[in-house]
Nanobody
């Protein structure tokens, strides 16, 4: 099972960026995005169940970020609008086979390699 994240880069404050994460070898019941600033704890961003019936967002990104997934090719997306300098981090995608949607990183067994998002002021 492998998760491959991509789409990070440098963007100005107020700009937009889209991340994608493709999963090979498994269809996860829940897929999620987390982010981490060096020296800080990993932070939940958003999660979505397999059917797309439930979505969860951190308060800090609600209204600005949108999570979606395409089960045909086992890919999850994160559309990030109105980006702020405090959104700068390495973004990781994660997956769990069973269980309900959750914002706890301990519940996700599979992780991608991370993609860096830098928002300049």
């Amino acid at each position: 099972v492998q998760l491959q994240a991509s789409g990070g880069g440098l963007v100005q404050s107020g700009g937009s960026l889209s991340l994608s994460c493709s999963a090979s070898g498994s269809t996860f019941s829940v897929m999620a995005w987390f982010r981490q600033v060096p020296g800080e704890e990993r932070e939940f961003v958003s999660a979505m169940d397999w059917r797309g019936s439930r979505k969860l967002y951190a308060e800090s990104v609600k209204g600005r970020f949108t999570i979606s997934r395409d089960n045909r090719d086992n890919t999850i997306y994160l559309r990030m609008n109105s980006l702020k300098p405090e959104d700068t981090a390495v973004y990781y995608c994660a997956g769990r086979w069973r269980g309900s949607i959750t914002n706890s990183d301990r519940e996700y067994a599979y992780w991608g390699q991370g993609t860096l998002v830098t928002v300049s002021s």
